[in-house]
């Protein structure tokens, strides 16, 4: 194999373009993977996906060609070996381990996700990464069946997202939707409750039993849901604080929720 020992190689850019950008990740259908535990987690859950892996020369002498593409489609799954520089200058970590891949967007509808759901993470206008990754891994550790979200979110194959999730983005189906209004009210008709987490007014979470089938709704960092959306709840909860704090971390809160919700 050819080792790739430039920048300027169109494959390393166009990684670069797909780290870099949501535009180029929704021109291609395709983002970025990165990290050992990731792509083992890939090849377990979604090896259908993995489009093309890059190794490092260091992380390639201690892990054979055949070990790598071991569990992938190996007819369709290329190997790029790349020198270790320019692995590092691409790499979005501190300490790279030395293999990322391009991998093919899962497909979800909103229609599938209903489909059997008894319990679904419904998220407006969340903006920080940290937080979208955080609250998907917290939501497959809570069983919910579906994540769905407004268009406004941030994008979930931001490579700090797909850090965050830990793998989860391949386990747990999730949408964005064109109409928040239109989507909770498809919920509802579902036998869905919906309940709004809310910090002025509503029933405090500690007392409340939460119905076998729920839909728990988590707003924007900053502004909390809009009040479109706590309209098409069904109910209002919240989460009792002591001291000064007047809100918690929306990754944090929704965890509460979907583990009260159980």
Do not use: W
Request: hydrophobic content about 40%; some cysteine; proline content about 4%.
């Amino acid at each position: 194999m050819e080792i790739i020992t430039s920048s300027k190689n169109e494959k390393i850019k166009n990684i670069t373009a797909l780290l870099s950008t949501k535009k180029e990740r929704d021109k291609q259908g395709l983002f970025v993977i990165e990290g050992l535990r990731i792509f083992q987690d890939t090849l377990k859950t979604a090896p259908r996906y993995i489009k093309d892996i890059f190794v490092s020369e260091s992380f390639l002498k201690e892990h054979p060609e055949t070990e790598i593409l071991s569990g992938t489609d190996e007819k369709e799954v290329k190997l790029y070996p790349v020198k270790d520089s320019i692995f590092d200058s691409i790499s979005g970590t501190v300490t790279p381990q030395g293999i990322l891949c391009t991998v093919k967007k899962p497909g979800h509808s909103l229609e599938e996700i209903l489909t059997d759901a008894k319990k679904l993470l419904v998220l407006e206008n969340i903006q920080d990464p940290g937080n979208l990754g955080t609250m998907l891994r917290t939501a497959e550790a809570a069983g919910v069946s579906g994540i769905v979200l407004s268009r406004d979110c941030a994008d979930i194959y931001n490579p700090k997202v797909i850090r965050s999730t830990m793998g989860s983005v391949f386990r747990v189906p999730f949408v964005y939707v064109p109409s928040f209004t239109e989507a909770l009210r498809s919920i509802k008709e579902q036998g869905i409750t919906v309940y709004a987490a809310y910090l002025h007014g509503g029933e405090s979470v500690s007392g409340v039993q939460f119905d076998e089938k729920c839909a728990i709704m988590i707003g924007n960092e900053g502004n909390g849901l809009s009040d479109t959306a706590v309209a098409e709840a069904d109910k209002r909860v919240f989460i009792p604080m002591a001291g000064q704090i007047e809100s918690l971390n929306a990754a944090i809160a929704a965890a509460i929720l979907l583990f009260h919700g159980i």
